[in-house]
């Protein structure tokens, strides 16, 4: 295991398609979470799920946003109709929920809409 | 809302010397508190945390001191090596909650050889 794998690396789409993310957490870890970094800003919290539910969503996931984790392992992310806006960084991590070792993020997935 | 700040958008020190990046929060609801390194098309990497009941941690060349009375953290690396350029990003969590982390704008530091 080498740690979290977020899949694509990069995405460009077009303002309008449908985009979706993956992330393989390290495989004890029963927590993922989902952020979101744009220039010059840390990242922001999306969500965040313990096994198979998700158990808080921040309110920048509007309804055009869904994120799944089925099974408790990997998780996918969707974005509808994107929008230029939605151009970011989104990033990955997942937690064995013991604070003292932090969270571990993957490398994420650059979406640029044109 | 900006519940974390680093007001230091740069940091800039020779090698060797001592870097220290500052963080102030304002929700009194934190109660764990962790530093990351992010470099360029990486996710950011943990670096080292410090729980509300501590005032200090210390690991490696890393040490972080909590004064809460002030709400104020900050991270010493010391001797910094060139290897240490990077964001440096602070964040806090409610512990009992378990879910987000709330971070800082982040403070690029330089190490200049």
């Known amino acids: 295991d080498t740690g979290v794998s977020q899949n694509p690396r990069h995405k460009i789409t077009k303002r309008g398609q449908n985009v979706t993310f993956r992330c393989d957490p390290i495989?004890?870890?029963?927590?993922l979470y989902w952020y979101r970094q744009t220039l010059g800003q840390g990242p922001e919290f999306l969500t965040y799920f313990q096994n198979e539910a998700q158990l808080e969503k921040s309110r920048l996931l509007s309804d055009r946003f869904s994120a799944e984790r089925p099974k408790g392992s990997f998780s996918t992310l969707e974005i509808q109709r994107t929008e230029q806006g939605d151009s970011a960084m989104y990033l990955c991590a997942s937690s064995s929920g013991i604070m003292d070792y932090g969270y571990t993020f993957g490398s994420g997935t650059r979406l640029t809409v044109v | 809302d900006q519940q974390v700040k680093q007001n230091s958008p740069s940091l800039s020190v020779q090698e060797g010397r001592i870097s220290i990046l500052n963080c102030d929060y304002t929700?009194?609801?934190?109660?764990?508190f962790l530093w990351y390194k992010k470099y360029p098309a990486e996710g950011p990497t943990f670096l080292i945390s410090?729980?509300?009941?501590?005032d200090k941690n210390e690991d490696g060349r890393f040490t972080v001191f909590l004064n809460k009375s002030a709400k104020h953290l900050s991270l010493h690396i010391v001797p910094s090596q060139p290897g240490d350029s990077a964001v440096y990003f602070c964040a806090a969590s409610v512990e009992t909650s378990g879910s987000r982390l709330t971070f800082g704008e982040g403070t690029q530091l330089t190490v200049n050889p």
């Open positions: 929700n009194s609801m934190f109660d764990y």
């Open positions: 495989s004890e870890h029963n927590r």
């Open positions: 410090i729980s509300s009941i501590k």
